[in-house]
Structure formats: structure tokens, C-alpha cells
């Protein structure tokens, strides 16, 4: 397998399997996922493209930057489909409300199609969910406009992307091949996720989310996942030098013809 240099301002720190590049606060992490949105856009704009991307709620950082520079810029997003990674689901399955703390499309709402000037915005229906009564549908919406350009995300405690949790029994020629489904989160995912949310709160973690699979995700031309958290630290060796197998989800990408990891300074320390 190729190996790649592993840089921090253009000094050779030791050599992964995945491009990363090391940044030193998590705000110019940020930046550059939102300058990639923009250059992408704006490229394809350019060229009478349609644009498509796979997006999460997690990490957010990068969407001040990027609403702040559409405006500026007056960037048009007519032509751009924005397909998020995933949503919780109630007891019964369906969708929290949207107006729900945790709701990732309220999130989307409040916090990017909302700010953004409506003359430049895309339409409602270009701003995809994956839905649990329609487990095919992110599938068809890739498949009509050929392909995703370019998918961002982060990485979970136990590498999961979106919320395709590991499958300790699962090959990784199986797991590559996953499709949009209801997920039962992990005690992991739960955990991690109610401190960051909820106060530490983890009975009121919702158990179930609908996720885009990792076929969704390893279809992407590109990908770039954002690093910025102290536990990052371990996540990002294992992902970047760990075997491939579907126990952590994320080093699947080592076999991405384009994806790289952006990491600041403090994820990119050792763990210990």
C-alpha cells in the first residue's frame, strides 16, 4: 500500500497510509474545509457543473467560515446538492423533529441555509437527509446527477464515518459495500456524543440514526475529514497506520484514491 508523508507546515513529520495535513488551531482547520467548498462551487460554476457534496453536523466548524464566505463572495448555490451524512431517529424510528437539540437538519436550518443570502441559496429540495422511509433515496439522488464530487465528515471514537459503526465480524469488502440504513448507535458513539451535546447526559442520546452507507461515502471522488479533539490524537494514528478491517471504519480510506485528514496541531500530538 502507498504510503503517504504525514506534513506539518511542510516539514516531514513520519510517513501514513492516508495524506494529513496539520494545521495549528482547529480554526484554520476549518477554514480550509470551507475554502475547499467555496473553490469547489465556484470551479464548477464556472465550467456549468453541477456541484454535490456529502456533508455532516460534526464537524461544524467550517460552516461560519463557509456562510460568511458565500455572502461575501456572492457565491450563487443554485446548481449545488448538499446530501448530509445523517439524522437521529425517535424510539419509533423517524426523524426527531426538526426542531429538537439535536436535530441535524434543524442545525442545517438555523445555522447555514438560514444565514445564507436567499438570492444565492439552494432550493429545499436540493438539501438532502437520508430518509428511514426511503433508504434508496440518497442512492438515487447520487446516481441522477453522476456522482458525489467531494464528501467532508470527521472521524468517531471507534472511526466510524457518518454513523456507519464498526462490525467486528464484518469483511472489508462487505462493510465497503454498506448502504444507507437505520443504525443502532454504539455505547461509544452515545457516550462521546452526549458529552459534547448533552452535558454527559447519555440516557437521553437517542438510540437509532439513519446514516448514508460507506459505499455512499468511498464513492466520492474526494474526500476530507476534519481532526481537532484530544482524543483525535489516538483516532488519527489508528486511522493512518492501523490495518484495514471494518473494527475501525475509517482506515477503509487508505484504499481512497483522494482522501486526506486535516488535523491541528493538538490532534496531531501523540496520545500518550
Known amino acids: 500500500m502507498e504510503e503517504h508523508m504525514y506534513q506539518k507546515e511542510g516539514q516531514e513529520l513520519f510517513k501514513g497510509k492516508i495524506p494529513v495535513r496539520v494545521f495549528g488551531d482547529s480554526d484554520e482547520v476549518f477554514k480550509t474545509m470551507a475554502s475547499i467548498m467555496i473553490e469547489t462551487i465556484k470551479e464548477n460554476n464556472k465550467l456549468g457543473k453541477t456541484t454535490t457534496m456529502i456533508l455532516p453536523v460534526g464537524p461544524i466548524g467550517q460552516y461560519p467560515?463557509?456562510?460568511?464566505?458565500?455572502?461575501?463572495?456572492?457565491?450563487?448555490?443554485?446548481?449545488?446538492?448538499?446530501?448530509?451524512?445523517?439524522?437521529?431517529?425517535?424510539?419509533?424510528?423517524?426523524?426527531?423533529?426538526?426542531?429538537?437539540?439535536?436535530?441535524?437538519?434543524?442545525?442545517?436550518?438555523?445555522?447555514?441555509?438560514?444565514?445564507?443570502?436567499?438570492?444565492?441559496a439552494n432550493a429545499p429540495e436540493q438539501r438532502i437527509f437520508p430518509d428511514p422511509?426511503?433508504?434508496?433515496?440518497?442512492?438515487?439522488?447520487?446516481?441522477?446527477?453522476?456522482?458525489?464530487?467531494?464528501?467532508?465528515?470527521?472521524?468517531?471514537?471507534?472511526g466510524h464515518l457518518a454513523f456507519n459503526e464498526a462490525e467486528d465480524t464484518t469483511s472489508v469488502q462487505a462493510f465497503a459495500k454498506r448502504e444507507t440504513r437505520i443504525i443502532t448507535m454504539s455505547n461509544e458513539t452515545r457516550c462521546a456524543n452526549a458529552i459534547g451535546?448533552?452535558?454527559?447526559?447519555?440516557?437521553?442520546?437517542?438510540?437509532?440514526?439513519?446514516?448514508?452507507?460507506?459505499?455512499?461515502?468511498?464513492?466520492?471522488?474526494r474526500i476530507r475529514l476534519?481532526?481537532?479533539r484530544d482524543w483525535h490524537r489516538a483516532v488519527l494514528r489508528q486511522a493512518i497506520f492501523g490495518e484495514v478491517s471494518a473494527h475501525f471504519p475509517v482506515t477503509l480510506l487508505q484504499n481512497h484514491p483522494d482522501a486526506m485528514i486535516l488535523s491541528n496541531a493538538n490532534a496531531a500530538k501523540r496520545p500518550f
Open 133 to 158: 422511509r426511503d433508504l434508496c433515496g440518497v442512492q438515487r439522488v447520487i446516481e441522477r446527477l453522476g456522482g458525489v464530487d467531494i464528501a467532508f465528515g470527521g472521524i468517531g471514537i471507534n
Open 197 to 221: 451535546d448533552l452535558g454527559g447526559a447519555i440516557d437521553a442520546m437517542p438510540r437509532y440514526a439513519v446514516s448514508i452507507g460507506m459505499r455512499q461515502i468511498l464513492g466520492a471522488k
Open 65 to 120: 467560515f463557509f456562510v460568511e464566505e458565500v455572502n461575501r463572495q456572492q457565491v450563487p448555490l443554485k446548481d449545488c446538492w448538499f446530501i448530509n451524512m445523517d439524522e437521529y431517529l425517535t424510539e419509533e424510528q423517524q426523524w426527531v423533529p426538526v426542531g429538537h437539540r439535536l436535530s441535524f437538519r434543524g442545525f442545517m436550518d438555523r445555522n447555514v441555509y438560514g444565514k445564507i443570502d436567499q438570492v444565492l
Open 226 to 228: 476534519g481532526v481537532f
